[in-house]
């Protein structure tokens, strides 16, 4: 029987707090809260550099965004796919903190969409998980013929402005290779959330 309120309690010598976190949606018994889905817009927000807006609409995006990437992690760890580096995070964490020139300006900026550093981390963290195991899992079925490549350069003759076709074949050839490779994540995707069990326990969100 699925719980629809999950009861987190902490201790102090004063008082007993309790945090009341909604279950919104179970994937094959994993459980997404609503405090998650809030955290990912917020989140997604800061990262794009748009305001933070929860609605209804946003709230249903980014629900079905954390159940794809429920279903991923749980590929991961069913194929042991690798995970990211703590260096690799680090430095992607630099790059995002040298948009604001100090580590001070970046914790405010954190701070105005309800955000902690941890989180943004392992969000980050979690993003390069997920392109490894996209390499890992797709890339490798992906083959671009030269006829391929010759065909999108003839048929976006007006994007390369009469370039030499040699100079933006690995251009063309990559461009190609990531489409297919998001075709065949869209597919599998598709597919996976077919097999899983997945329970809405709010409505609004399916």
Not at 6 to 16: E, G, K, Q, R, V
Not at 56 to 71: N, P
Not at 136 to 151: K, L, Y
């Given at each position: 029987m699925l719980r629809r309120l999950?009861?987190?309690?902490?201790?102090?010598?004063?008082?007993?707090a309790v945090i009341i976190d909604r279950t919104a949606i179970v994937v094959d018994r994993t459980p997404?809260?609503?405090?998650?889905?809030?955290?990912?817009?917020?989140?997604?927000?800061?990262?794009?550099?748009?305001?933070?807006?929860?609605?209804?609409?946003?709230?249903?995006?980014?629900?079905?965004?954390?159940?794809?990437?429920?279903?991923?992690?749980q590929a991961i760890r069913v194929g042991e796919y690798p995970l990211a580096t703590r260096a690799d995070t680090d430095r992607l964490f630099r790059d995002i903190e040298s948009r604001y020139g100090s580590a001070a300006e970046l914790n405010e900026a954190l701070r105005k969409y309800g955000i902690t550093n941890a989180e943004l981390r392992e969000r980050l963290f979690w993003q390069l998980t997920v392109l490894l195991f996209i390499d890992?899992?797709?890339?490798?079925?992906?083959?671009?013929?030269?006829?391929?490549?010759?065909?999108y350069y003839k048929s976006h003759s007006v994007q390369f402005e009469k370039q030499p076709f040699a100079s933006v074949k690995p251009v063309i050839t990559e461009t190609i290779t990531g489409e297919r490779v998001n075709q065949l994540l869209n597919s599998w995707l598709d597919q996976s959330r077919k097999s899983a069990h997945i329970v809405y326990l709010e409505k609004s969100l399916a």
């Open positions: 999950f009861f987190y309690i902490a201790l102090s010598p004063l008082a007993t997404i809260l609503d405090s998650e889905i809030d955290r990912d817009i917020r989140i997604t927000a800061f990262l794009n550099e748009e305001p933070a807006v929860i609605t209804e609409a946003s709230r249903k995006q980014a629900a079905s965004r954390l159940i794809d990437q429920q279903l991923i992690r890992t899992m797709f890339r490798p079925q992906v083959v671009v013929s030269e006829a391929d490549i010759e065909h």
